[in-house]
C-alpha cells in the first residue's frame, strides 16, 4: 500500500517538481513514486532522488519488462522497453524444449520473460558482473533457469557445445566515446561495463559471434540487438563466421535485431 493521504494534492505538487526535472513522464512517475512510498517523509526522499537524476526504476527497485516486474539493484542496468522487440523475435524462433541462452543478461529480464512466455525451455543465463548475477538470481527462479557469473561463454557446460537452440544477447553496443552523450541517470547510475562497447560498440558483439557457431546446433539462431547505425557491420560479422543474417526492424520501438541462423558451413578458423 502506498502513501494515499490527500494524494490528490499531493500527486500535482510531485508532477510539478517532475516536469522541471525533465522528467517526460511525469504524471506516470508521481503515481509509482506514491505508491513504493509509505508516508511523506519517505516519498519526499523518493522525489528528491528522481530529482536529482537517479533512474526511476532503481529508486522504486523494479522495472516493467514484457509484463513483468523485474527486480533492480542501484547500479543495475535499466531494461529498455526497445529491448522487448528482441525478446518476441526469439519466441517465435523457439521451440517447446529448446536451450537457450541469454548472455549479458544482467537483471535477469529477457531471460525471465522468455521463461515466462515460452514453453519448457531450459535456460542458461550469463554476466560478467557480480552485482548483475546476485540481481538475475532473484529474477530467473531456480524452477526456471541456471544464471551464472563469468564472462560470455565461459561458465556455460560444455556439455551444451551444438546444443543450444537460441542465443539471445543485448550486449553492450555503445561506442566508448559516445557514452558522454547519454542521459545522466544511464550514464551515471548504470554500470559502464553495461554500456561500453568499446571504440565501435562491437567489441562484444565480435566475441558473442565469433564462438556462437561452436555452441548452437544446426539451425539454431543467434539474436543480438544493435542500433540502426550499426546494424549493417553486425550482419557482416555473422556473414563472417557462417550465420545467414537477417536485420529485423521496429519503427515503432527504434529497435534493431539481427538473427543468425547456424547453416553446415564449418566455423572460421
Known amino acids: 500500500m502506498g502513501y494515499r493521504e490527500d494524494g490528490s494534492a499531493i500527486w500535482k505538487t510531485i508532477v510539478r517538481k517532475l516536469r522541471t526535472a525533465g522528467c517526460v513522464f511525469a504524471e506516470d512517475e508521481a503515481r509509482l513514486l506514491m ?33 513483468l516486474r523485474i527486480e533492480l539493484d542501484p547500479g543495475i542496468f535499466v531494461p529498455r ?9 526469439a519466441v517465435a524462433l523457439t521451440r517447446p524444449g529448446d536451450v537457450v541462452v541469454d548472455l549479458c543478461c544482467g537483471s535477469g529480464a529477457l531471460g525471465a520473460a522468455s521463461a515466462a512466455l515460452m514453453e519448457r525451455i531450459e535456460l542458461h543465463a550469463v554476466d560478467i558482473d557480480p552485482a548483475a548475477v546476485q ?25 551444451l557445445y551444438n546444443r543450444v537452440n537460441v542465443i539471445i544477447a543485448n550486449a553492450p553496443y555503445v561506442p566508448t566515446e559516445a ?42 539462431y543467434l539474436l543480438v540487438e544493435t542500433s540502426e547505425k550499426q546494424a549493417p557491420l553486425t550482419a557482416e560479422l555473422f556473414a563472417q563466421y557462417g550465420l545467414i543474417p ?5 519503427e515503432e520501438q527504434d529497435a534493431n535485431v539481427i538473427i543468425g541462423i547456424r547453416t553446415d558451413h564449418p566455423r572460421p578458423s
Open 35 to 67: 505508491s513504493s512510498s509509505k508516508n511523506s517523509t519517505e516519498l519526499a526522499e523518493l522525489v528528491d532522488r528522481r530529482v536529482a537524476g537517479f533512474p526511476l526504476e532503481h529508486i522504486i527497485g523494479w522495472s516493467d519488462f514484457c509484463g
Open 246 to 250: 537477417k536485420w529485423v526492424h521496429s
Open 179 to 220: 557514452i558522454k552523450f547519454m542521459p545522466t541517470e544511464a550514464r551515471i547510475h548504470e554500470a559502464r561495463i553495461a554500456l561500453d562497447g568499446g571504440a565501435d560498440g562491437l567489441d562484444v558483439q565480435r566475441r558473442i559471434v565469433a564462438e556462437a557457431p561452436l555452441w548452437l546446433a544446426k539451425g539454431g
Open 81 to 89: 522497453q526497445r529491448t522487448e522487440f528482441l525478446v518476441r523475435q
Open 135 to 159: 540481481c538475475a538470481r532473484r529474477n530467473i527462479q531456480l524452477d526456471k533457469g541456471f544464471v551464472y557469473e563469468g564472462d560470455l561463454y565461459d561458465p556455460i557446460p560444455v556439455q
